[in-house]
């Protein structure tokens, strides 16, 4: 168990244009999803953190208008990158924590975002 | 804050030798340590998780060891195969996952 899907797999959308990614857990609740991003041959950084049914904890120096992040029930957490441009063009993976659980995380396959 | 180092960040050997992959932490205080393999353009697929009360863990040719006094915890990877190339990627957890920079591996057939 503990399966974690992203939709989509991969976008290529123009610049100004909003994209939505979604994170499911498949087979557990997750009461908490969390976002990172990554860039070319460097590591996941974490953008935020979000709990079912209250509003999601940003890391310094992400902006929260630009990355709006819902986490509407216990399986599906979605991230919206607003009118995005260039250079948010990255690899996004989400993750997700089991209500009962010793604090692992589950990783999605990510999405590969190009803004043309 | 809490910074983690990988070292190397590349290493080449030739198949069936042993890898020994480094990881650095600087904040002690942590929840548990895991370790992760990336293929080019993948997700994550978690390897072995370290709990903060454990020195080590071990999965088939797969052994993590764990000192949290000192900051540091190796991956060995047994008789390295042309498959097991990829970058492996270390995360601490202190109510937050920390990610290194990885160690890219590649295992020449």
């Known amino acids: 168990g503990a399966v974690v899907s992203q939709h989509p797999s991969w976008v290529i959308c123009k610049s100004g244009t909003s994209v939505k990614i979604e994170c499911r857990s498949l087979d557990f609740q997750a009461t908490t999803m969390f976002w990172y991003r990554q860039f070319p041959k460097q590591s996941l950084m974490l953008m935020a953190t979000?709990?079912?049914?209250?509003?999601?904890?940003?890391e310094q120096g992400v902006e929260k208008d630009k990355f709006l992040i819902n986490h509407a029930s216990l399986t599906l957490s979605t991230l919206t990158v607003t009118s995005a441009h260039p250079e948010d063009s990255s690899f996004y993976i989400c993750s997700a924590q089991k209500r009962e659980g010793n604090n692992e995380q589950f990783f999605g396959p990510g999405t590969r975002l190009t803004v043309l | 804050k809490q910074e983690v180092t990988q070292i190397p960040a590349a290493l080449s050997v030739p198949e069936g030798e042993n890898l020994v992959l480094n990881c650095s932490f600087t904040?002690?205080?942590?929840?548990?340590l895991q370790w992760f393999r990336q293929d080019p353009g993948k997700g994550l697929t978690s390897l072995l998780l370290i709990q903060s009360s454990q020195r080590e863990q071990t999965s088939g040719r797969l052994n993590a060891s764990l000192d949290k006094s000192s900051g540091r915890s190796t991956l060995y990877i047994a008789a390295s195969q042309p498959g097991d190339s990829a970058t492996y990627l270390c995360?601490?957890?202190?109510?937050?996952?920390?990610f290194g920079a990885g160690t890219t591996v590649t295992v020449r057939a």
């Open positions: 904040d002690s205080a942590i929840y548990n």
């Open positions: 979000s709990n079912e049914g209250s509003k999601a904890t940003y």
């Open positions: 995360a601490v957890d202190d109510y937050k996952l920390s």
